[in-house]
């Protein structure tokens, strides 16, 4: 069975990263064996150290949980594995196919959201995207929409100037970890539920929402994409129809609640599909 690798706390190399930590203990109840590498060597100077050193002949198969990294910086990632020893359970190509929900979407557009994709660095009509969307949200590839206060919603009410000082706030910020392109989607108000469906191997692992489920059809519709390991988000509208709002490589899919459900079934599947 192959192990999971966890990034350090930048405070203490030989600790796991707090944000982590719930992941790692569930990991290791169901059975994993753990890893950590230096969160702040790697991160800040793309130096990889482990906590453990691989003294065997064959290369231990890995499975990375953490935080986002470019597909460069991934594939530069399992290069210095393969030199310590360890083998990425998820190819770098793999993982680039899954690293902006805008790249997979042509696939999934059957059942997705509206959007509209344009380069970061483009001159944008706001009011072209509210003719096509109505209320709107933006999105990137990264976490640094919701980091740099960036507002929730545009509506009829932003200005073009407005909106060009937004988006230059978020050109600069966190652009070290953006594929230079940005997506407006169609901002509902009427979304009652959210589940995240784990896939693995061409097959639903589990979900974060046991409590309501998207159609059983839905679910399955898309469980061969271009990974073996990734997440799609569904979201459930008060009548009662479902979209997919994201979809993404599930090493960088972060469970806050009830881990130990994705690594008893990851477990599971790492034997069945051996």
């Not at 706390?9 to 169901?30: F, G």
């Not at 693995?200 to 519709?221: A, F, G």
Request: net charge negative.
């Amino acid at each position: 069975m192959f192990k999971i690798l966890f990034p350090s706390s930048l405070m203490d190399s030989n600790e796991v990263d707090l944000a982590l930590k719930n992941e790692y203990n569930a990991a290791i109840r169901a059975g994993f064996d753990v890893l950590l590498f230096d969160q702040e060597q790697w991160y800040m100077y793309q130096v990889l150290k482990m906590n453990i050193t691989n003294i065997g002949e064959e290369p231990i198969k890995v499975l990375f949980r953490g935080f986002r990294m470019q597909p460069c910086a991934y594939r530069e990632f399992s290069v210095q594995l393969k030199y310590l020893g360890y083998h990425l359970l998820i190819e770098p190509n793999e993982y680039e196919n899954m690293y902006a929900f805008q790249k997979i979407y042509s696939t999934l557009r059957e059942d997705c959201v509206p959007i509209i994709r344009f380069p970061m660095d483009t001159l944008i009509d706001v009011e072209f995207i509210k003719h096509k969307l109505g209320k709107f949200m933006i999105k990137d590839n990264t976490i640094c929409v919701k980091e740099c206060g960036f507002p929730a919603f545009f509506d009829q009410s932003t200005t073009q100037e407005e909106f060009d000082s937004w988006i230059t706030r978020l050109s600069k910020y966190h652009k070290d970890m953006s594929t230079g392109e940005l997506y407006a989607e169609k901002y509902y108000d009427d979304i009652q539920n959210v589940c995240r469906v784990f896939y693995y191997k061409n097959m639903p692992l589990c979900m974060t929402n046991d409590s309501v489920q998207p159609p059983v059809e839905l679910i399955h519709k898309y469980e061969v994409l271009n990974s073996p390991f990734f997440t799609i988000d569904f979201a459930q509208f008060e009548n009662g129809t479902w979209k997919i709002i994201d979809c993404k490589d599930a090493q960088i899919s972060l469970v806050s609640n009830e881990p130990e459900k994705l690594y008893y079934s990851l477990s599971n599947g790492a034997v069945t599909n051996k």
